[in-house]
């Protein structure tokens, strides 16, 4: 079934879990994922970046993901993931999606604020949910201080203030994860993160989360993250599935079974994923 972002992440929030929300770009992504959450008994949020959409088509995102939802017997939000533009955004909302992200980590704290709520007012008469970003995750490439990669993370007094202006729904920090690949271990500042929670008592969202080990993922829903980004580890897991085809099959040219190891694999780490974060049977 379909339901807003908020439906799933503030039972989430209230119960102690997080849910994972899947980067998906077409069909087979799509439905490895779907299929993990149905046999996990698991929410679960579909998301699609702005590049997936330029990618696929917004029409058929739409198209593929009611199917998906209104066939499942699990929990379904459609998100749009790092949202940037006015114009992606309400036409994500004109499209059926039922949770947006305001991606205004770049602007400063003011016109964050500022961007959020623009899209926080039409979003949420809609009844679409919005999540926004406060500070700013490194890239894996990023080469910066120690010091300067601290001064990237969420300060919890412009958290309280940030949440406090615009009534977002859920908040994405920034805590030491990166997107993509990890060169080296990811060192998160669970102090950073107990604080903040604590102060917001709402639900908080982890982005680049593929790549961090498990005890920190498993410490960092303890202390109260809802929402884990996944979009790189599916990534390897579907290419590894091609080239595995590709190289043990090089006579093979049925696109069908070229994608269905990619599929399984995807699946495999949905599912791990799902019963890591928490939230397998909570469907
Ligand atoms: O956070 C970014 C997601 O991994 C989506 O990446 O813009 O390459 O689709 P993308
Ligand atoms: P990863 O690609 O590092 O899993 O990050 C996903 C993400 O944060 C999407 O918004
Ligand atoms: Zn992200």
Redesign the pocket.
């Known amino acids: 079934m379909l339901v807003t972002g908020k439906q799933i992440l503030d039972k989430a929030h209230k119960e102690g879990y997080a849910v994972g929300?899947f980067?998906i770009n077409n069909m087979e992504i799509l439905q490895a994922i779907i299929e993990a959450a149905e046999e996990e008994r698991s929410p679960v949020i579909i998301?699609t970046?702005e590049g997936a959409i330029k990618y696929a088509g917004i029409d058929y995102i739409k198209a593929m993901v009611y199917v998906a939802a209104q066939k499942a017997s699990v929990p379904v939000a459609l998100h749009l993931?790092?949202g940037t533009t006015y114009e992606t955004i309400i036409s994500c909302i004109r499209n059926g999606y039922t949770s947006v992200m305001i991606d205004g980590s770049h602007h400063p704290l003011e016109e964050n604020i500022a961007v959020t709520n623009e899209i926080i007012k039409i979003a949420h008469a809609c009844g679409v949910s919005v999540e926004a970003e406060l500070g700013r995750?490194g890239g894996v490439e990023d080469n910066i201080s120690v010091d300067e990669k601290d001064a990237r993370l969420t300060h919890p007094d412009e958290a309280v203030k940030f949440v406090k202006e615009t009534g977002v729904d859920s908040l994405a920090i920034a805590i030491g994860?990166?997107?993509?690949k990890y060169k080296g271990e990811p060192k998160l500042d669970f102090e950073r993160l107990d604080t903040i929670k604590k102060l917001l008592n709402m639900p908080i969202v982890l982005?680049?989360?593929?790549?961090v080990p498990e005890d920190a993922i498993k410490k960092a829903v303890s202390l109260g993250i809802n929402k884990i980004?996944?979009?790189?580890?599916i990534?390897i897991a579907f290419t590894e599935g091609v080239k595995s085809v590709i190289v043990n099959k090089p006579e093979e040219y049925d696109p069908r079974k070229v994608l269905a190891p990619a599929k399984e694999e995807m699946k495999k780490v949905v599912k791990a994923k799902m019963q890591l974060f928490g939230c397998s049977g909570r469907a």
Do not use: F, M, P, V
């Not at 994860?177 to 993509?180: D, I, Q, Y």
């Not at 982005?207 to 790549?211: L, Q, T």
């Open positions: 929300a980067n998301q970046s993931d790092h995750l994860t990166a997107h993509g982005h680049g989360a593929s790549g980004n996944i979009d790189t580890d990534r």
